[in-house]
């Protein structure tokens, strides 16, 4: 049987692209690549020399500024959609963990209840024992 080598997965994050193949990649000219980066609306990792290395997420980040500007948003508006998203994606990451915390404290509750009734009917039953016991004293 022949083993498979699992291929390691990119990270989209890291930065492998100069700004000529993000360019090309992404439909947008550098000098825009630029501008966008000192606008804040991007932010490409930077080698130990100061060069820009774009990821895959900076590629699809540029194509998504593109699409935006194209229907009419400007640059402040793209960031505010931006800063929004993100912010978004906080509060659905927020959202999953309570979920999660809420799902345990759920089951917790029944183990809880659970346990109760079996200690009620414990004591129920010792007390039918104790009731037994005095009157046949």
Excluded: C, W
């Excluded at 000219?29 to 930077?46: F, V």
């Amino acid at each position: 049987m022949e083993k498979t080598r699992k291929e390691p997965v990119p990270d989209p994050r890291r930065g492998v692209y100069g700004i000529s193949v993000a360019s090309e990649l992404s439909g947008v000219d550098p000098q825009s690549m630029r501008l966008y980066e000192r606008r804040g609306l991007l932010s490409p990792a930077r080698t130990r020399g100061g060069t820009r290395r774009y990821s895959d997420e900076d590629v699809a980040r540029l194509r998504r500024i593109s699409e935006l500007l194209s229907e009419g948003i400007n640059l402040a508006g793209i960031a505010q959609i931006f800063r929004l998203e993100s912010h978004h994606a906080e509060l659905a990451s927020h959202t999953a963990q309570l979920e999660s915390h809420n799902a345990r404290l759920e089951s917790d509750k029944a183990r809880l209840e659970d346990a109760n009734a079996r200690l009620e009917s414990d004591n129920a039953r010792l007390r039918a024992g104790t009731d037994d016991s005095t009157a046949t004293a």
